[in-house]
């Protein structure tokens, strides 16, 4: 059951939500590389494999330099991330689906739409989709690590459990190779058959792009911090 905190008078009909039972909602958590880690992995290396050599996209040595750094990291840390913690996710956290409300006499919200892919699982899967999916490498490199640390800090506040900052940069190097693999997988099952269809392709090209270099970040930044 979710317990509630009634909001001023002025905007009684907004509620917050303050708990929740996720095994209440149904959610579960869906493993990370499905049921055989090793066949999703090596699958996933064929399907670049073919994209690159099936043409359209620009694969330079740069790219195959951060693929095969994303197959790399996941294949030896997937595991880490199915130790949790574990939060809700939205597991959709692009920019189409933000709402933001700017209303004059109320302090700024941003709304999150679309959730029937939420699930059970690692939070830094959502601040992935969030910048691989929302910022320019520039804004990342910027903002990215002070980002982590603010919700790294945040969760831990709401009872995330004994996870450490530096775990948090691990871990999200390793969800970003994760996503940024996803994308290889997607583009290399279509093919598309309209200008539109070309266009979301192109879209979730650069996703991809962004995603490897999200990884890359943030596997500098666990280096540097060990150093």
Do not use: K
């Amino acid at each position: 059951m979710a317990a509630t905190q009634e909001a001023s008078p002025s905007r009684r009909s907004s509620r917050v939500c303050t708990s929740i039972d996720l095994e209440d909602l149904g959610l579960r958590r869906r493993p990370l590389l499905g049921a055989d880690p090793q066949r999703w992995l090596g699958e996933t290396e064929q399907r670049f494999a073919a994209l690159r050599t099936r043409g359209g996209y620009a694969i330079s040595a740069d790219v195959e330099r951060l693929v095969a750094l994303s197959l790399e990291r996941l294949a030896a840390r997937w595991p880490e991330l199915e130790r949790g913690p574990f939060t809700l996710v939205h597991d959709a956290l692009h920019i189409q689906n933000f709402l933001l409300d700017l209303a004059a006499d109320a302090e700024p919200r941003v709304i999150f739409l679309d959730w029937q892919d939420a699930t059970l699982g690692h939070p830094v899967r959502d601040l992935c989709q969030l910048l691989g999916g929302n910022t320019r490498p520039d804004v990342q490199r910027q903002h990215g690590p002070t980002l982590l640390r603010d919700y790294h800090r945040v969760l831990t506040e709401h009872g995330a459990g004994d996870w450490s900052h530096a775990q948090s940069a691990r871990d999200l190097s390793v969800a970003g190779a994760r996503l940024a693999l996803g994308y290889v997988r997607f583009l290399s099952e279509y093919t598309a058959r309209s200008p539109s269809e070309q266009t979301t392709l192109d879209h979730e090209w650069r996703r991809m792009l962004t995603m490897l270099q999200v990884t890359a970040e943030f596997a500098r930044v666990e280096g540097a911090g060990r150093s």
